[in-house]
T-cell receptor
Framework: QKEVEQDPGPLSVPEGAIVSLNCTYS??????FMWYRQYSRKGPELLMY????GNKEDGRFTAQVDKSSKYISLFIRDSQPSDSATYLC????????????FGAGTRLFVKA | EAQVTQNPRYLITVTGKKLTVTCSQNMNHEYMSWYRQDPGLGLRQIYY???????DKGDVPEGYKVSRKEKRNFPLILESPSPNQTSLYFC???????????FGEGSWLTVV
């Protein structure tokens, strides 16, 4: 079993839809949870960063962490064609990027 | 501009011909790493470096070498490339005390 599981998709939604992207994990020591966005032929870029459980909102994006269920989510409201990308969840037990474990990434297509 | 620069971006080479992919960062980060990204497998860490002259194996180090003689540079060396090393490679850096990972634009490598 992988430490971090993420459905690779692809996920296709119409413009304006609410998108839900999810990851599950097995290591209860994870405390730092990130979402990276990767456009085609580009490197991943940090989108959201959350410490421990709870919600974090940034514009149209909301990150949720449920440590009791070992489940994290990224919600995108009013999705736009420019949101079409691969979204990778990532998590770490401590500070220091070298400890980060990535999910496989979910490919999202938002149709105009 | 803060960035991680890797070269070449695209390369086709033949089996057994040694090649080096260069990586440089201008953010004075202690931590640098190499990943390969393959469909369905996500980002897998090849090697990482905590600082100058300190390197360690990641999850898939076989067939690769690295060196860290200067803080800003972290080249990836394929001594005798094989077709199973055909992949998209990312160099990345991160401050030691933070979790944000900064990725390069990627290097598409094809070994025939």
């Amino acid at each position: 079993q992988k430490e971090v599981e993420q459905d690779p998709g692809p996920l296709s939604v119409p413009e304006g839809a609410i998108v839900s992207l999810n990851c599950t994990y097995s290591n209860s020591a994870f405390q730092y949870f990130m979402w990276y966005r990767q456009y085609s032929r580009k490197g991943p870029e940090l989108l959201m960063y959350t410490y421990s459980s709870g919600n974090k909102e940034d514009g149209r994006f909301t990150a949720q962490v449920d440590k009791s269920s070992k489940y994290i989510s990224l919600f995108i409201r009013d999705s736009q064609p420019s949101d079409s990308a691969t979204y990778l969840c990532a998590m770490s037990a401590g500070t220091g990027g070298f400890k980060t474990i990535f999910g496989a990434g979910t490919r999202l297509f938002v149709k105009a | 501009e803060a960035q991680v620069t890797q070269n070449p971006r695209y390369l086709i080479t033949v089996t057994g011909k040694k090649l080096t992919v260069t990586c440089s960062q201008n953010m004075n980060h202690e931590y640098m790493s190499w990943y390969r990204q393959d469909p369905g497998l996500g980002l897998r860490q090849i090697y990482y470096s905590m600082n100058v002259e300190v390197t360690d194996k990641g999850d898939v180090p076989e067939g690769y070498k690295v060196s860290r003689k200067e803080k800003r540079n972290f080249p990836l060396i394929l001594e005798s490339p094989s077709p199973n090393q055909t992949s998209l490679y990312f160099c990345a850096s991160s401050p030691y005390s933070g979790n944000t990972i900064y990725f390069g634009e990627g290097s598409w490598l094809t070994v025939v």
